[in-house]
């Protein structure tokens, strides 16, 4: 993977986000199929937990990403350093919400995922207006914390298309539903047309976000992720939740 600055000089340091530069464990890198859609599509799908339940089937009682069930009683949002941090809430047996689960948005165009000793950071990265790739680096956990040697370059695995040759939407994991969602929305989805109601009060936070940003860079300030302090650049991690079970009634 190649990482290109395209702003005012001097250039800034490469963020060290934990999946980036971690030593205790294994990397490697998934190349999707290029995305036939707006990149803003799926940056604003990752603010959107509750499509989980209409469109990957957790409502029926099927886990999604390996998480154990609970019943989520709130959705919750929150600006942090690095973008948006959101939360799905489950009650525990005295009604007290707790975190079951957690990943934040990394502003821009990334998502950054835990399941169990996974970690995964998603680069979705705009071609053109119409035209989006997609990237995921994994990085696995060594079991007892030990350092593991690096390859000089990690291995990359290319995922199968997600559709078939007559352009039907396989639909059999959790990435391809999404693509289905998002590419059949339109290659820009026409937003002016659509009704958000509360549990979009993700998107709408993302979008205020994006303005903000924007609107920082006109006037010649730096947007959220720009990294020119060597020593905050050591390390960066997000503190991500999958456990169901230790997490719920604790204080947030």
Same mark, same amino acid.
């Given at each position: 993977?190649? =990482?290109?600055?395209?702003?005012p000089?001097?250039?800034?340091?490469?963020?060290?986000?934990?999946?980036?530069?971690?030593?205790?464990?294994?990397?490697r890198?998934?190349?999707?199929p290029p995305?036939?859609?707006?990149?803003?599509?799926?940056?604003?799908?990752?603010?959107d937990?509750?499509?989980?339940?209409?469109?990957?089937?957790?409502?029926?009682?099927?886990?999604?990403?390996?998480?154990?069930?609970?019943?989520?009683?709130k959705?919750?949002?929150?600006p942090?350093?690095?973008?948006?941090?959101?939360?799905?809430?489950?009650?525990?047996?005295?009604?007290?919400?707790?975190?079951?689960?957690?990943?934040?948005l990394? =502003?821009?165009?990334?998502?950054?995922?835990?399941h169990g000793?996974?970690?995964?950071?998603?680069?979705?990265?705009?071609?053109?207006?119409?035209?989006?790739? =997609?990237?995921?680096?994994?990085f696995?956990?060594?079991?007892?914390?030990a350092?593991?040697?690096?390859?000089?370059?990690?291995?990359?695995?290319y995922?199968?298309?997600a559709?078939?040759?007559?352009?039907i939407?396989?639909?059999?994991?959790?990435?391809?539903?999404?693509y289905m969602?998002?590419?059949?929305?339109?290659?820009i989805?026409?937003?002016?047309?659509?009704?958000?109601?509360?549990?979009?009060?993700?998107?709408?936070? =993302?979008?205020?976000?994006?303005?903000?940003?924007?609107?920082?860079?006109?006037?010649?300030?730096?947007?959220?992720?720009?990294?020119?302090?060597?020593?905050?650049?050591?390390?960066?991690?997000?503190h991500?939740?999958t456990?169901?079970?230790?997490?719920?009634?604790?204080?947030?």
């Amino acid at each position: 993977m190649l =990482f290109a600055y395209m702003g005012p000089r001097p250039a800034p340091l490469l963020p060290a986000y934990d999946v980036l530069v971690r030593k205790d464990g294994e990397r490697r890198i998934v190349v999707l199929p290029p995305l036939d859609c707006n990149w803003l599509q799926p940056m604003e799908n990752s603010v959107d937990p509750t499509h989980v339940h209409y469109l990957h089937g957790a409502g029926r009682g099927r886990p999604v990403h390996g998480e154990r069930k609970a019943e989520i009683k709130k959705y919750d949002f929150e600006p942090f350093e690095y973008g948006i941090m959101k939360k799905r809430l489950a009650a525990d047996g005295g009604g007290a919400l707790g975190v079951v689960n957690q990943h934040p948005l990394v =502003f821009p165009n990334m998502l950054r995922q835990r399941h169990g000793r996974e970690h995964y950071l998603q680069y979705r990265v705009p071609v053109d207006d119409a035209r989006t790739l =997609f990237f995921e680096i994994y990085f696995m956990e060594s079991r007892d914390g030990a350092a593991v040697d690096q390859p000089g370059e990690p291995p990359v695995d290319y995922a199968q298309p997600a559709k078939t040759p007559d352009g039907i939407y396989k639909m059999e994991k959790v990435w391809m539903q999404d693509y289905m969602a998002w590419e059949t929305a339109g290659a820009i989805f026409e937003r002016s047309a659509e009704h958000l109601a509360t549990a979009d009060k993700g998107i709408l936070l =993302f979008r205020k976000m994006l303005k903000a940003e924007i609107d920082k860079v006109r006037r010649g300030k730096e947007p959220m992720g720009v990294m020119r302090d060597p020593a905050k650049n050591r390390l960066i991690a997000f503190h991500t939740i999958t456990d169901t079970t230790r997490e719920v009634g604790r204080s947030r």
